[in-house]
């Protein structure tokens, strides 16, 4: 595997002198700057390439070439917008950046409701709150029918939690789920939205009457478009799981397990449709066996990210060390390294730690956390390869 890093761009605290230093070997990124659904021109991908490769590093995945919000509910603009898409992977192919990670999951990217758990060796890590999600989703959103999708005892938990919680707690609840985890990404809502709640209930109201089947029509609609471009241009398409793994907001998830991958990838069996191998995402799934599904689809994965989440008895997850947790990883490593050829990997959502703390990183991507991350994965990679 090729040790990769996530890096946002030129104005990233981190530079691309420290990873290099830190034995990265290839860069994960995108034109973050460019709107949802515009072309990702030539000369734009060059003077991000030129860059990445004027520090002794290549460009060896983009992530993400963002779908648009109306490709995944099939608006009246779809088809112009994947023409976009198209050209965007042409384009990519052409400059030789042969790996492409996208996601399919409506409105949300990644959910957790607290950025910074505090653990008790003092780091701080990524959390999950299921209860916390219920009453965002039943109290601030106030989603019809909400209930409807929680136990009688979750609704019960909720209710109880609306007697305590403070003002402040509604607002971080907001900032934290709505926008600090998506609008570094590409997302929907970026910061000083003034009226977050209200824009995302009405791209919530875009998703309405479309379930599991409708999603899966419209991810394969886009895949029988873009495939054969990217077959074409030499790029590997891979998608990312959905983070987490189950239904969320009454929206459809179709990225969730060993079913839906199989789906997708039969839906255009085309070794350009391929997995970006989230073990992260899914080991939040209490469904999912991650080293059986690395197993059954090492074949089609074309990128990896290597992290580890726990899951709590009460229904909660949170980001665990990587070297333990549901994700298995140096049993994924294994089974990775058998694949042998060279498939990209970069570590992910390591702790928050020492003089990192008060950066004010993107969320779960500080420096120090991940470099340990990176040192321990290496040592597994090392162990294995011997």
Known sequence: MIKTWRWFGKNDKITLSD????????????????????????????????????????????????????????GPDRDNLIENYKISLANL????????????????????????????????TLYFDHIRFAYFDIYILKRKDAEKNYSPKTIEQVHALDKTITRQEKDELIHTIIVKTQGFVNGNIREGEQAPVAVFN???????????????????????QVIPVAE????????????????????????????????????????HNGLTF??????????????????????????????????????????ASHMGGRGHLPELIRIFEKENR?????????????????????????FLGRMKALAEISGMMHIVEF
């Open 232 to 271: 074409e241009s030499g790029v590997n398409l891979c998608i990312h799981p959905d983070d987490p793994p189950f239904a969320v907001l009454g929206l459809p998830r179709i990225v969730t397990g060993e079913a839906d991958i199989e789906w997708l990838l039969n839906a255009v069996d085309n070794p």
């Open 93 to 124: 192919g052409k400059a030789g950046i042969k790996t492409v990670c996208y996601n399919f999951m409506p409105v949300i990217d990644w959910i957790r409701t607290d950025l910074k758990r505090k653990q008790p060796d003092g780091t701080y």
């Open 19 to 74: 990873l290099r230093q830190i034995g990265v070997e290839g860069i994960v990124t995108a034109l973050h700057h460019i709107p949802n659904g515009e072309i990702w021109s030539p000369e734009e991908i060059f003077d991000l390439k030129q860059y990445v490769e004027a520090a002794g590093l290549k460009w060896s995945v983009v992530e993400s070439l963002p779908v648009p919000e109306s490709i995944k509910y099939a």
């Open 202 to 224: 009405r791209l919530l109201e875009n998703y309405k009457g479309i379930d599991k089947q409708g999603l899966r029509e419209n991810l394969n609609y886009f895949l029988e």
């Open 342 to 366: 060279p498939i990209p990997m970069r570590v992910d959502h390591g702790p928050l730690m020492l003089t990192d703390i008060d950066k004010e990183y993107n969320p779960g991507y500080s």
């Open 278 to 319: 989230c073990a992260g995402s899914l080991s939040a799934g209490i469904h999912n066996d991650v080293p059986k599904l690395a197993e059954k689809f090492a074949s089609r994965t074309h990128f990896i990210h290597l992290r580890s989440t726990e899951i709590l008895s009460n229904g909660d997850f949170m980001e």
